[in-house]
């Protein structure tokens, strides 16, 4: 673990590089496809992606190429409606964005490493998932007619060798009972009080809102910037923040003190615009006593002791006494979202090791020394709103890692064919396209191994 944040690090330490240096970048047309153009910056954008590490080949032949390729799905999506909503695109971007912050280790850490602040990033990520999102749906459409049979799936490896067949890891199902540090009334109260005296300060004229949020504010991502959040629609706002931003209507007045999952705020209206709303807040987070967190892990030592003396059930805890609205409703039961290869999303319960650590790695080191049907010690976590929670874990089911059979995998290796025909499908739309569609490369650009060598003729 320990090597693989170093090896994190150094990679945004390069990124960063590459992103102050996009200033500087004299751009020029390298591809026309259609009546569109691919400019040598949007190149050198995607290459400070930090998920471009796991990109294979030259970087400059393997993004233009799949930039060429989005320009044809764009144009085909245009002419098809498709379109995605900025509640989607929002929601792909705050998603894309914890995940930098899990593994950076903050907010702090990945906007020092991308040379940007988190709104930056923000502002950066919306344009390229939108027409990500729009490609991904395009490419569902063309193969949203393609089937494949049992008898398919089981000539594909009816004579294929044991030792190439798929493996499959080990994978686990969890269950989870969440309970958060109770925080004293003194604390929300003191958090509370300080808000409320910001606030008289800029109606009384002594500071600026945006000064206070440098100065207090605890969302490091706006606090640089004066607290300041960019047009958001409902849907990319908690919904408690979202609610009272939304009704002010006077830019001179200060909202009172509004409650979210990320702790207290005093919010200023800015500008409307259509369905978004513009606005600064400051942030305050009470402070968790280290006796509060002890008294929370006994909470749940007597709460797993009831479960394992059979006074009700993991499940049964889960749903009522949890505190984690995503599992609850599940009777406690973690849901791993995986995406295909043509963009679709779909929630399953198992997850591999890996996988699990990406969710919390104290999460994944506790199941890791469980027996199926076994409780956990209560332990501490970062969760998913960068948190600290209390919590225990059931280890539901163990499947260990095996080659993949037709009559236990069935799904996966059904999955694996189905893949492999929309794949098959795409890549002859590519290649038809390719003969209908203008394409002009600047020669210095050309000398590539493409992958769809049909670009230059």
Same mark, same amino acid.
């Given at each position: 673990?320990?090597?693989?944040?170093?090896?994190?690090?150094?990679?945004?330490?390069?990124?960063?590089?590459?992103?102050?240096?996009?200033?500087?970048?004299?751009?020029?047309?390298?591809?026309?496809?259609?009546?569109?153009?691919?400019?040598?910056?949007?190149?050198?954008?995607?290459?400070?992606?930090?998920?471009?590490?796991?990109?294979?080949?030259?970087?400059?032949?393997?993004?233009?190429?799949?930039?060429?390729? $989005?320009?044809?799905?764009?144009? *085909? !999506?245009? %002419? #098809?409606? =498709?379109?995605?909503?900025?509640?989607?695109?929002?929601?792909? /971007?705050?998603?894309?964005?914890?995940?930098?912050?899990?593994?950076?280790?903050?907010?702090?850490?990945?906007?020092?490493?991308?040379?940007?602040?988190?709104?930056?990033?923000?502002?950066?990520?919306?344009?390229?998932?939108?027409?990500?999102?729009?490609?991904?749906?395009?490419?569902?459409?063309?193969?949203?007619?393609?089937?494949?049979?049992?008898?398919?799936?089981?000539?594909?490896?009816?004579?294929?060798?044991?030792?190439?067949?798929?493996?499959?890891?080990?994978?686990?199902?969890?269950?989870?009972?969440? $309970?958060?540090?109770?925080?004293? *009334? !003194?604390? %929300? #109260?003191? =958090?509370?009080?300080?808000?409320?005296?910001?606030?008289?300060? /800029?109606?009384?004229?002594?500071?600026?809102?945006?000064?206070?949020?440098?100065?207090?504010?605890?969302?490091?991502?706006?606090?640089?910037?004066?607290?300041?959040?960019?047009?958001?629609?409902?849907?990319?706002?908690?919904?408690?923040?979202?609610?009272?931003?939304?009704?002010?209507?006077?830019?001179?007045?200060?909202?009172?003190?509004?409650?979210?999952?990320?702790?207290?705020?005093?919010?200023?209206?800015?500008?409307?615009?259509?369905?978004?709303?513009?606005?600064?807040?400051?942030?305050?987070?009470?402070?968790?006593?280290?006796?509060?967190?002890? !008294?929370?892990?006994?909470?749940?030592?007597?709460?797993?002791?009831?479960?394992?003396?059979?006074?009700?059930?993991?499940?049964?805890?889960?749903?009522?006494?949890?505190?984690?609205?995503?599992?609850?409703?599940?009777?406690?039961?973690?849901?791993?979202?995986?995406?295909?290869?043509?963009?679709?999303?779909?929630?399953?319960?198992?997850?591999?090791?890996?996988?699990?650590?990406?969710?919390?790695?104290?999460?994944?080191?506790?199941?890791?020394?469980?027996?199926?049907?076994?409780?956990?010690?209560?332990?501490?976590?970062?969760?998913?709103?960068?948190?600290?929670?209390?919590?225990?874990?059931?280890?539901?089911?163990?499947?260990?890692?095996?080659? !993949?059979?037709?009559?236990?995998?069935?799904?996966?290796?059904?999955?694996?064919?189905?893949?492999?025909?929309?794949?098959?499908?795409?890549?002859?739309?590519?290649?038809?396209?390719?003969?209908?569609?203008?394409?002009?490369?600047?020669?210095?650009?050309?000398?590539?191994?493409?992958?769809?060598?049909?670009?230059?003729?």
């Amino acid at each position: 673990m320990k090597k693989y944040i170093i090896l994190f690090f150094a990679l945004f330490v390069q990124l960063s590089i590459k992103a102050q240096a996009l200033d500087n970048v004299v751009d020029e047309v390298i591809w026309v496809v259609g009546d569109e153009a691919i400019l040598k910056s949007d190149v050198e954008s995607m290459r400070a992606d930090p998920d471009w590490n796991s990109i294979k080949g030259n970087p400059y032949c393997v993004i233009p190429e799949r930039l060429a390729i $989005q320009k044809l799905f764009l144009h *085909q !999506a245009a %002419i #098809d409606s =498709i379109s995605v909503t900025d509640a989607e695109v929002n929601s792909m /971007v705050e998603e894309r964005i914890n995940d930098w912050v899990m593994r950076a280790g903050s907010k702090e850490k990945l906007e020092e490493y991308m040379n940007r602040s988190v709104s930056q990033i923000r502002e950066e990520l919306c344009d390229r998932f939108k027409d990500e999102m729009v490609v991904q749906r395009m490419r569902q459409k063309l193969t949203e007619d393609v089937r494949v049979t049992p008898a398919e799936v089981r000539r594909y490896f009816r004579d294929m060798p044991e030792d190439s067949l798929p493996l499959v890891p080990t994978q686990v199902e969890v269950e989870i009972l969440v $309970q958060h540090p109770r925080i004293p *009334q !003194a604390e %929300i #109260d003191r =958090i509370k009080d300080e808000l409320r005296g910001y606030a008289d300060r /800029v109606q009384n004229g002594g500071m600026s809102f945006s000064t206070l949020a440098i100065l207090y504010s605890e969302d490091s991502g706006s606090a640089h910037q004066g607290g300041e959040i960019d047009y958001a629609g409902r849907s990319a706002l908690d919904p408690a923040f979202a609610s009272v931003a939304f009704s002010l209507t006077d830019t001179e007045k200060i909202s009172k003190v509004v409650q979210s999952e990320y702790g207290y705020h005093i919010i200023q209206l800015i500008d409307k615009r259509g369905d978004k709303v513009k606005v600064r807040h400051i942030l305050r987070t009470p402070k968790v006593a280290r006796e509060d967190v002890d !008294a929370c892990l006994a909470r749940l030592d007597s709460i797993a002791d009831d479960i394992r003396a059979g006074k009700f059930t993991f499940e049964e805890g889960a749903t009522v006494i949890s505190d984690d609205k995503d599992t609850k409703n599940n009777r406690g039961l973690l849901t791993n979202l995986k995406v295909d290869e043509d963009g679709s999303r779909s929630r399953v319960s198992k997850f591999e090791m890996g996988e699990l650590s990406n969710v919390s790695t104290e999460l994944a080191r506790q199941v890791e020394g469980l027996e199926v049907g076994e409780i956990s010690k209560p332990f501490e976590m970062v969760y998913t709103n960068m948190k600290t929670v209390c919590a225990i874990v059931k280890l539901k089911s163990r499947t260990k890692a095996h080659r !993949a059979s037709l009559t236990e995998d069935f799904p996966l290796l059904q999955s694996i064919v189905l893949n492999r025909k929309k794949q098959e499908k795409i890549r002859e739309w590519i290649v038809d396209k390719q003969r209908t569609t203008y394409v002009r490369i600047n020669e210095k650009w050309r000398d590539c191994d493409f992958e769809y060598p049909g670009w230059i003729r």
